[in-house]
């Protein structure tokens, strides 16, 4: 950080966001492969918390892909690239007082710590949402995997690119085996035993 930055006190705060919202902020984030359901899954949580009257924020990888991130490509630095770029947005909207929830394959354990990092402990909840390969490539909703079987998408995760699993996500979902409104349920199930409203 160049030395002619520094921090710039607000009168306006997190807090006094979250006062005025009447919850809580925090963060989200949505990791597994491409097709497991993360977008499908945070989409059912945010239209549930809205139902609530809770004030929300999607980050969604395809959608930060053609505006944040329209620079990146899909090698591991321009991924470790796009996972840094999300995690400030998402640390500004928190402290917005929103509830943010990002979606991202975000395949390394370590941009996923560093992100972490970013936040306080209660503040960032790590969702794995897991699904075998095999079943990922018979949804293949876009025929993304078959591509990539062809060698016609190159850095493709699971088929020539890495997937880490989280070593200690917060929850962990089996779309495989529940659908996404059972999905839903437990992620909000979690979030009201451990993130009570403000």
């Known amino acids: 950080m160049p030395s002619s930055l520094g921090p710039h006190s607000f009168e306006i705060e997190r807090q006094n966001h979250s006062d005025l919202k009447g919850h809580r902020s925090l963060l989200l984030w949505f990791t597994g492969m491409s ?8 989409n059912r949580v945010q239209a549930n918390l809205h139902d609530n009257r809770l004030h929300t924020c999607m980050l969604d990888g395809d959608q930060l892909r053609r505006g944040l991130s329209a620079d990146l490509g899909f090698t591991d630095a ?3 690239e796009n996972i840094r770029r999300t995690a400030e947005v998402g640390k500004l909207m928190v402290d917005a007082g929103v509830i943010t929830l990002v ?3 975000s395949p390394f354990e370590q941009e996923r710590r560093i992100a972490r990092a970013l936040f306080a402990p209660d503040d960032f909840i790590e969702i794995f ?3 075998p390969l095999h079943v990922l490539e018979q949804r293949d909703p876009r025929g993304l995997y078959a591509k990539a079987r062809q060698g016609l998408i190159k850095n493709f995760t699971g088929i020539d690119s890495p997937y880490e699993r989280p070593v200690s996500p917060d929850i962990v979902i089996d779309s495989a085996a529940c659908s996404i409104e059972q999905a839903a349920q437990t992620i909000e199930a979690f979030l009201q035993n451990c993130c009570p409203a403000s």
């Open 35 to 42: 097709g497991a359901g993360k977008s499908s899954i945070a």
């Open 78 to 80: 321009d991924r470790k």
């Open 103 to 105: 979606c991202l394959i």
């Open 129 to 131: 949402i897991d699904a």
